[in-house]
C-alpha cells in the first residue's frame, strides 16, 4: 500500500515557476515507478511525465518536454515536479501516480493516487 499527498499548487502567472511535491507513506517508495498526470475541465486526466525507480530514466510530454523536469528523492519519500515557464494552457488538477517497476503514460495502468492539487497559471 502506498499513499500519496501532493502539495506546491497554487496561482502563478505565466512564465512563472512551480514546484510540487508528492510525498508518500510506506517503505517501499523506492519499488515504485512515479507518473505525474494532470487535468483540466472538460479534459481528459493525461501523461506529464515519469520517472523510474531509481531516477535513471524519465520522460515528458511533448508539451512540457524542456520546461517541466521530475526528480525523486528515495531517501525522503518524495518525487517532484518542478515547472518553470508556465503557460495558461498548463492550468489544471495535477496528480501523482504509483506502479510497480516501470511508468507507463496511461492513467489506468496506476495502482495509487494522490488526491490532486491545482495549478493556475494566469496569463
Known amino acids: 500500500q502506498v499513499q500519496l499527498v501532493e502539495s506546491g499548487g497554487g496561482l502563478v502567472q505565466a512564465g512563472g515557476s512551480l514546484r510540487l511535491s508528492c510525498a508518500a507513506s510506506?517503505?517501499?517508495?523506492?519499488?515504485?515507478?512515479m507518473g505525474w498526470f494532470r487535468q483540466a475541465p472538460g479534459k481528459e486526466r493525461e501523461f506529464v511525465g515519469g520517472?523510474?525507480?531509481?531516477?535513471?530514466?524519465?520522460d515528458y510530454a511533448n508539451s512540457v518536454k524542456g520546461r517541466f523536469t521530475i526528480s525523486r528523492d528515495n531517501a525522503e519519500n518524495t518525487v517532484y515536479l518542478q515547472m518553470n515557464n508556465l503557460k495558461a494552457e498548463d492550468t489544471a488538477v495535477y496528480y501523482c501516480?504509483?506502479?510497480?517497476?516501470?511508468?507507463?503514460?496511461?492513467?489506468?495502468?496506476?495502482?495509487?493516487w494522490g488526491q490532486g492539487t491545482q495549478v493556475t497559471v494566469s496569463s
Open positions: 501516480a504509483a506502479r510497480p517497476f516501470i511508468f507507463t503514460i496511461r492513467p489506468t495502468d496506476y495502482e495509487y
Open positions: 510506506g517503505r517501499t517508495f523506492s519499488s515504485y515507478a
Open positions: 520517472i523510474t525507480r531509481s531516477s535513471s530514466t524519465t
